[in-house]
């Protein structure tokens, strides 16, 4: 007797390929948030900076954030991912805080900011 339905099964090959390009797609769009330690003291300090420098000018402040934003290529979630990462170790913290330290102070000496 023949069957009236079968299914036909799916060779392996197909198989480690689908699972290969999700992987794929994955880890890149994971590490497209990511931001360097250098990147996110950068953009730190510099948003920092134009909170302080235009506080009393709300629409200023949502300006010269977008062009820090678009100028390191990232995003204030991708910031705050950056930060929430950072977690609850002090040592992380203590060098992220030194290293935005020093770039405030280069910022300083270039005569960047006042």
């Known amino acids: 007797m ?13 198989k480690i390929i689908l699972c290969s390009l999700i992987l794929l797609f994955f880890s890149l769009s994971c590490n497209k948030n990511k931001l360097s330690e250098d990147v996110a003291v950068k953009v730190y300090v510099e948003k920092i900076v134009v909170e302080e420098k235009y506080a009393t000018q709300p629409d200023s402040i949502v300006f010269y ?21 950072l977690g609850f170790k002090s040592e992380f913290w203590n060098n992220f805080f030194k290293k935005a330290d020093e770039y405030l102070i280069q910022l300083k000496k270039d005569r960047v900011i006042d």
């Open 2 to 14: 023949k069957r009236k339905y079968y299914l036909k099964p799916v060779k392996k090959d197909s």
């Open 65 to 85: 954030k977008s062009k820090i934003f678009s100028k390191y290529n990232t995003s204030e979630e991708a910031l705050k991912l950056f930060m929430y990462d």
